[in-house]
Each structure stands twice: as C-alpha cells, then as structure tokens.
C-alpha cells in the first residue's frame, strides 16, 4: 500500500518536472478551463433571465452545483482524463508490452502514471466558486454537511472512473477509441446540470448507469442539507462493485491482448 | 482533371474514415447527444410554464436540425493544418498538381459524407422522438433557400480557420488560438443557445457578425422565423463575409508558403 | 541449473481481411473474413542459468513472439514455459522483479524527462533500497560510459545513448534473465560493439541469462555460443554457430587473377563445370567450389595459366544463414 503511494508520488514529481517544460501547454489548459466555466455560467444566466426557478434550483443553487463541477471534473482532468485518453495509444506504439511487464497492478499504472498538472488550476477555481455560490444559495458549512458532500463526490469520482475506464478498455478491440472518449465526456458534461432538469428516465440513467448525479447533484444536495441519507450507502455499493468491475474487465482484456507486432 | 483528383482524394478519406467502423457511429452519436441534452434543459423550463421567445416546436426543429447543420459545417482543420505547416506535412502536397488546399477541402468532405451517412438515421430517431413538436417547412421553396444557406456557411467556417491555421507559418503555437475560435464562434452561431434566446439589447450585434452565418442563419432559414427582407440582408450579410475571408487568405497563405519553401521545410 | 523450459509453445494470430477499393471498405462494414497467422508453430528448447543464447530468422519468423511469451506479455496458444520456475503468462509479481525486456524498437525510457527520473521509478516500482539503487546506476553508468547523460532529457540523447540508457534501466533491478529484442537495430557500427561488449561483460560479471533476438549475423556471432535458427514459426536448429556452419557445409569461394588471358575453354575444364560468378574484369575469375574440391580446382587453375592472385575464402556466415533461409522457405532443411 505504502508502496503504491510511494510510486504514486514519484508520478506526481514527473508530471511536475514535465508540465514545467511545457509552459505554453499550462496557460492554454487553463485558458481553456476558464473558457468553459465563463461559457457554463453564461449558459445559466441565460437561462435564468426567464425565470428565478428552474425544477426547484434556483440561480445560486445552480451555480453551486457549478462549482462542484468545476472540481469534480478538475480533478477527472488532472489525474483520470490523461491516462484513460494514453492507453490506446500505448497499445498501438506497443507501450502497453513495457507496463504490463512491471512487478506492479497494471491497472494502476495505466490509471495513474500520468498528471496534467494545470487542471489544478480549474480545480481551484471550482472551489472559488463553490464557496461564493455556496454562500449566496444559504449553505451552512459545517464538518458533517461538507464530510457528506465529499463522500458523495468521491463515490461520483470512482463511478465515473469506472464507467469510463470499462469503455476505454475496449480500446483491446477495436481500432480506434478517440470518439469513445468523446461520447463519454459528452454524456458526463450532463454533470453540469442538476439531475433534476431532466426527465425520469433520463434521471433514472444518470444515477445508475452513467453516474453523474453522484459526482455532482448529490454532494451540492449534501450541503445545501437537502439529499437523501440513503443514497450515500447505495452509492458506496455501487462505487465497490463498479472498481470490481473494471479490475475483472482489465484482468480478462490483457489476457486477450496481443501485443503489437515487433 | 481537377475536379477528378479531388474526386478520388475524397473518396480514399472516405475509406479511411470507414476503417474505423466502431469510431464512425460514436462521433455521431456525439453530435446528436449534446443538442438534445440542451433541448431537454430548455424543455423543462419551457414545460414549467415560463414564456420563452421560442416555442416548444421551435425549439425541438433548432435543436433537431442542429447537429445536421452543424456537422455540414464543421471543420477539422486544426487538428492537422497546423501541424502539417509546422512539420513539414505539407511539403508532399506542394509537389503535387493539384492545389495542396484540395487535400484539406477533400478532407473534409470525405469525412462529411460518411458522418451524413450515419448521422442521418440517427437524426430521424430523434425527429421521431420528438415528432409531435417538430415543425419542419412543407413547401419545396424554405427548402431550397436553407439548401443555398449551407455552402456560404461551410465556405465562412472553413475560409476561416484557413486564416488562422496560416498563422502557423509564423507562430508556434496556434492551436490555442483555434480552440478559443472554435469555443467562440460555437457559442456565437447559437450551437449551445439559440440566438433568440439572448438578451434582446445583443440582437443586434448578434444578427450581424460573422458565427450567425455558420450555423444559425440556415436555422432561422428553416424555422422559417425570417422575414424576406431578413432573408436577402442575411445572404448579404453571409455573402460579404466569404468574400472578405478569401481576400484574408490569400496574402498570409501566399507570403506563408513563400518562407515555408525558402526554410526548406 | 535451468533457468528456461520451453515445451511445444505454439502462438496464432487472427486478424482481419479487407478487399481493396471502396467497395471493399463498404462490405467490410458488414462481414469480416477473419484470418489466422501461426506466428509460432510449436517450439521446445531448455536454457541454463547465465547462458546466453541468440534467436536468428528472418523477420516475421516468430523470434519476437516466442520472446514475448517467454516474457509473459502473449498468452500461448498451446505449449508450455516455465522461465526461473515460473509460468510466464500468469506474470506474477515475484517473477516480473527477476526478468527485464529491451526492445530495440520501442523505447521505455520516459521521452522528455532525463533518464534519471525513469530511474526512480523504477526504484519505486521494484522495491530497490536506496544505497543498492545509488551502486548499481553508478556501477553500470560507468561500464556503459553514460555517468554524464543521466540528467540530459533522453529526447536529446543520440539513438547510441538512448539505448545504452535503456540496458541501465532495464539492468538496475539486477534481473537474473535478460530479454532482448533486436537490440542493436539501427545503432552504427560503434555503439553496436560497445552494446555487444557491455552484453558480454554483464553475463560474464552477473550471470544474467540472456536471451536475445536479431537479424544482425554479427550480433549472434559476438555474443551467443548458442543459436537457435527459428524461420515461419518452427525451430530449425539448435547449438552453436560452429555446428550450424559445418551443417550447411557452405563452398569455399575462389577468386583468382590471372596475368594473361587464358581462353575460357582451359577455364572451364580447370573448373570442371562449375559455373562462373560474373566479374568485370575479364582476367579475373571467381566461383564457389564445394569444400572437397577445393584443392583440385586450384591445382587445376595453377595449370590453366599463369596466375597473378589466387584467394580462397570463407563464404560469410550471412550468406550461409541466408541460404539456410531460402531453402527452409521452399522446404528444404539442413542435412
């Protein structure tokens, strides 16, 4: 365990040394990241210009929910998104032979070897924002409420990790995963909006099969006080056996791997 | 004999792009997904009762039609222009014959036609899911005007990102310029909100500039929300503004080229 | 002590059809024609602790895949391996800590970081304690010669450094069998010697096992008393490159030049129907003589004319190997 952690901060000091070789890299991330909020908040604004109530949020609820986004998907960006969008590459280049070969999970490293240190950036900002939109919404901060939301979050986190990393597997397959990834950011940028704007079935499958009311409706209900004690076990089971998942998954597609030719 | 190369340039990306079978299908899919999560938000408020500029069927037609329209127009040039410039890509297509913009335009167009292929049955899913509302024209007339729409608002697009990928020959990193484009003029030509439904002091400058012409005019076009004189100053307006692009590309393209092959590139 | 058992490991491929033009792309939309390859038929073979012992064939023969079984990184289609009493594909984590893979074509190093920085991971991911880590980098930089491009990023390294980088990295988990993939691939004639030499000083030093593939005749020549001759999947041979040389019994290749012209009839009853290789110069003559012959056909081509050089040389062992090659492509074999 200790030595996971070890091996998993030796990434971090990679990542590190390398993001400082890549400056112009660092300043379109975060460029980019700002773009995306301005453009999400505008999106809000726009909407609320008709109407101060929209399926029971009303603007600084939503714009909380916002902020926890920010940090949900932040987060996804600096430690999932780069390794989950390497590994098809990593099997064409034949990479895949080099990590499969160390005397360690082979899921966590293709997992978590590599960092995109500027989305802390984005990560950051989604705090600020959380915090400002937090406190315009009424939110009453205290170790149990935000405790809770961080566990909702969490649970969110490793669901949407799943999710995508059982996609992404099937880069063993076939030949080309790019709009994989495309198709699972699209259905994950629902996140932005509270589960409750869609419709019942449409909810029903953002809880259950593409989990993002867990990663982000349900830690804002957390600490707006609002959320249902019993979704938090629920989403705990869920989160356990999705890991299960895609370890069993993993297991059976390297054993089906064939590597590319020499 | 031009128009035979750029026909046999299309039809080998077609068969690139159809390698990838599994890959074909999903990006699709992506293209149809984002509209309707957006027409399911502003469904919602619609249902609550709240008065909106569009109606529910103008807003089922915007964003059903939308992913179509939007993958007619859209451009990938970024992801291989400026690289070409940078690398030296473009070295092999300034030997050859043919006009090396012919590549980029054959593309394009290979890519388009096997998107269509697949996006339009999943476009009529949609349409179908959505049929009680959808108000498309039943005349042949808002068809053929919509039909004329289309190539002005591809030419705008495509001319466009044509002048910010020659900044590639002098700067090294263009690709952040092109994702603000990209991000910019999305949201300008009314991909994620419709145009209408920003506030009315923006009207204005809205209907005007550039990023309407490539993906909401033919929209409006279709809706069938214009009046003729709104029709003829939009064309106008579109017209313009492929004009003005071309004249933009050809200096930098040509002064471009110029120092790409004195480098040796 | 054998440190390598391999027993009829075989390995098949499949992979996909596809008509060419358009309509080929279409159909293939619908129906695929799915295909096998047997890369490797059905090998056997056992290497001792701290041999070292070279793969020959040409490409496509299976070196690499056999290779990569013995690894554990394809899963045999039938057969079985046992490498230091482990079996190879279940990759259990105390058999991953003695083996190491280099591969002359991919790289492990990371790109654009020094090599250094791989190297503490490394450190981490095989449990090195620090004061053996810190030896054994110093040890073996100093035998490769490469202390000072530790800290260089390894884009910036010449491909000679990069794959000297490379053997470090692989070496400082001190594994006790060594993999390696066409390691001098690409490398100029130099960096080709000082890897060969560093090779054989590892195993004469450590007593690393070292298996290795290649399609360079003067890597095996240099490196491995043991050959093994794989060529479509099958083993062809296996012992050294002295026997294999003897086996093939290769001719002799004469070259003589003459001071005079001398009429071709005289010529060709010296050589006594044995064909002529085209030379440019008319008063030069070379031809391959089966072994047995050589001295008569040289005491008859004294005879024939007044000689000015007379030369008799082995055939190269690249040649021989290349025959061996063809002929074992039409189905023929070694006596």
Known sequence: MIRYLRLWRQFVVLA???????????????????????????????????????????????????????????????????????????????????????????????????????????????IALTICAGNLAGVRWGAGNIAEALAY?????????????????????????????????????????????????????????????????????????????????????????????????????????????? | MKARALGRLTAMNVMLTLE?????????????????????????????????????????????????????????????????????GLSPWLLRPAPYVFYYISENLGQKLVNLSTLLPLVLVVAFAFRADLRLPTSPLPWLIFAASLPLAMAIRFLLEL?????????????????????????????????????PSLSGFLDAQPFRYTLSFPLEVLMGTLSAGALASGFAWASGYCLVLWCCCRLPWRSGLRAYSATGA | MTAIDVSDLGKTYRYHHKDPGLRGSLSSLFRRQTLEKCAVVGVSFAVEAGAVVGFLGPNGAGKTTTLKMLCGLLYPSHGAAQVLGFTPSRREPAFLRQISLVMGQKAMLWWDLPAMETLLLHKEMYSIPSGQFRQTVDDLAELLDVGPLLRVQVRKLSLGERMKMELLTALVHRPAVLFLDEPTIGLDVVSQQRVRDFLRQLNREQGTTILLTSHYMADIEALCP??????????????????????????????AVFARPVPDAAIAAALNGLPLQPTDDPLRIRVAVPREQTAAVAERLLHAGRLADLSIEDVPVEAIIRGIFSETATGGGLQ
């Open chain 1, 153 to 262: 979050g969490l649970c969110g986190l490793v669901l949407l990790y799943a999710v995508w990393f059982l996609i992404v597997t099937c880069a063993f397959w076939l030949v080309q995963v790019e709009t994989l990834h495309e198709l699972f950011v699209t259905v994950s940028l629902t996140a932005q909006y509270p589960v409750d704007f869609f419709r019942g079935d449409v909810r029903t499958f953002l809880t259950f099969v593409v989990p993002v009311a867990f990663a982000t409706t349900f830690p804002t209900k957390a600490l707006l006080g609002t959320v249902q004690s019993r979704l938090l076990p629920i989403g705990l089971v869920l989160a356990g056996t999705a890991l299960l998942a895609t370890h069993l998954f993993w297991g059976y597609a390297v054993r089906h791997y064939s590597s590319a030719s020499s």
């Open chain 1, 16 to 126: 590190l040394v390398r993001q400082a070789e890549y400056r112009l890299n660092f300043l379109v991330s975060v460029g980019v990241g700002f773009a995306q909020l301005a453009l999400a908040v505008l999106t809000f604004l726009l909407l609320y210009r008709f109407t101060n109530d929209v399926a029971g949020w009303s603007r600084a609820q939503v714009l909380l929910l916002l902020g926890i986004y920010r940090i949900v998907e932040g987060l996804l960006s600096l430690q999932i998104a780069p390794n989950l969008r390497a590994i098809d590459e990593a099997i064409r280049r034949g990479d895949m032979d080099f990590l499969l070969l160390r005397p360690v999970s082979s899921q966590f490293l293709v997992s978590l070897r590599l960092l995109s240190p500027a989305e802390l950036v984005n990560v950051l900002i989604g």
């Open chain 3, 226 to 255: 043991r050959v093994l001759l794989i060529d479509q999947g099958r083993l062809h041979f296996d012992g050294s490159l002295a026997t294999l040389v003897e086996r093939a019994a290769p001719p002799k290749l004469l070259s």
């Open chain 2, 20 to 88: 990838y079978r599994a890959a074909v299908s999903v990006f699709i899919l992506n293209s149809v997904a984002r509209p309707v999560i957006s027409l399911l938000i502003w469904l919602t408020v619609s249902d609550q009762g709240v008065r909106l500029p569009y109606g529910r069927g103008q807003l089922v037609t915007y964003y059903v039609v939308l992913g179509v329209v939007s993958m007619l127009t859209a451009t990938w040039l970024d992801e291989t222009l400026p690289q070409h410039i940078r690398l030296g």
């Open chain 2, 163 to 199: 002048v910010l990928c020659s900044l590639a020959f002098w700067v090294e990193d263009v690709e952040g310029v092109l994702a603000l484009q990209s991000v910019l003029g999305a949201f300008l030509a009314g991909q994620y909100i419709p145009l209408a439904l920003f506030p």
